[in-house]
């Protein structure tokens, strides 16, 4: 009996069917149903039923997987701690939502990059609710996500690296600060309903009673601007230290919330996994100060 065997049962039972487990993992769909096969062999039992369309898990499967899980838990566990602690080395697949993969992580990585050249890292953006998702089923090692909402699951864990304060991004000129009398002017450009950023600021806007005329949507604080500087209304995002000086040149800034909206950034992972050093020295660098 393999890991490997044990990898694909935990990614059929995750992702559902043979095809998409085998996109996950990088095989042809023929192999993952040779991995099943040799390993109900192995076992000596069935662990899908195939009567319909996809075969599905049956008792004996459910089962397995429960133990199979258990078992891959306790093997990176293992693997992470033996791990030399200096091991900034491998492929790491990142999620990062899309504020950060265009703000201060390229640069985190340019420099970690140089000093460590046997490190690679495969980029994957989202929402935070994805990103956390696909990391608790296996697709990422890590996420640079918003803070999550709700407590975190036992075996995982998130650490913050940044505060971000929230602005509403104006056309430049517009002649006030006052926040009420924005959105009184101007059509809202908002966040994404599903990113949680976006429940921030709709939490605070239904404390301050001001009921915004939305008219757009946007996932990243690129599109956003770009929707202010062509007039079609006012948005709130959060900018980091050294974005707000760029952003600043172009629009009005006004401070969002009182006292002034923040949402922290952090990394959400497995609390062991292969990948620790390489997540923990991409934390220290963007905890540094850098222009």
Do not use: C
């Not at 009996?1 to 992702?15: C, E, F, G, H």
């Not at 407590?151 to 971000?164: F, S």
């Amino acid at each position: 009996m393999s890991l490997r065997s044990l990898r694909v049962l935990s990614a059929v039972a995750s992702k559902g069917t043979f095809a998409a487990a085998a996109d996950q993992l990088g095989l042809t769909q023929s192999a993952i149903s040779l991995q099943i096969k040799n390993l109900e062999d192995e076992l000596g039992v069935q662990l899908f039923e195939r009567t319909g369309r996809s075969p599905r898990l049956n008792m004996n499967g459910r089962y397995a997987v429960e133990r199979v899980q258990e078992i891959l838990r306790i093997y990176d566990e293992m693997k992470a701690r033996l791990s030399p602690s200096d091991g900034v080395r491998g492929v790491l697949t990142l999620g990062v939502v899309p504020t950060v993969i265009t703000g201060s992580l390229p640069p985190a990585l340019g420099r970690l990059r140089a000093r460590y050249q046997e490190m690679h890292v495969k980029l994957v953006s989202g929402l935070s609710i994805e990103l956390v998702r696909q990391v608790e089923e296996g697709d990422l090692d890590a996420a640079l996500t918003t803070e999550p909402p709700y407590l975190v699951p036992a075996h995982y864990e998130w650490i913050p690296y940044d505060e971000e304060p929230f602005y509403v991004v104006a056309p430049k000129g517009v002649g006030t600060h006052n926040v009420t009398e924005l959105f009184e002017r101007f059509p809202f450009v908002r966040f994404d309903k599903l990113a949680w950023a976006g429940a921030i600021v709709d939490r605070e806007l239904l404390a301050r009673q001001i009921e915004p005329r939305e008219v757009m949507e946007f996932d990243s604080l690129e599109a956003a601007l770009a929707l202010v500087a062509e007039g079609l209304g006012i948005a709130v995002v959060p900018l980091s230290t050294a974005r707000y000086t760029r952003v600043a040149d172009h629009f009005t800034l006004t401070p969002f919330g009182s006292p002034q909206l923040t949402r922290r950034m952090g990394m959400y992972q497995k609390r062991q996994h292969p990948r620790l050093a390489l997540t923990g020295a991409i934390l220290d660098e963007l905890r540094q100060p850098h222009p």
